[in-house]
């Protein structure tokens, strides 16, 4: 089991360490802002902050998060409510 901290609240997944933060985005906590692109880092469909830096998913594994804390573009808020 692995803890995370995206867009604020904590989770906790089963899940392979070696799996890209992409993939436990979209398919394990339903957040689908991050796409797939390239699958290589470079094109930044991907994009999300940890600790507030821009980071490719799709390269990331799940286990190099640590205690970090992961911002996806859910997490940003909107026009009407930001944060």
Known sequence: ??????NGATELVDIDPATP??????????LHAAKFGCGLGQCGACTVLVDDQPVFSCV?????IGTRKVTTVEGLGT????G
Request: aromatic share 4%; glycine share 8%; charged share 20%.
């Open 60 to 64: 990331l594994p799940i286990g190099a």
């Open 21 to 30: 933060l992409l993939y436990v985005l979209r398919d394990d906590l339903g």
């Open 1 to 6: 089991m692995i803890d995370l901290t995206v």
């Open 79 to 82: 026009a009407a409510k930001t």
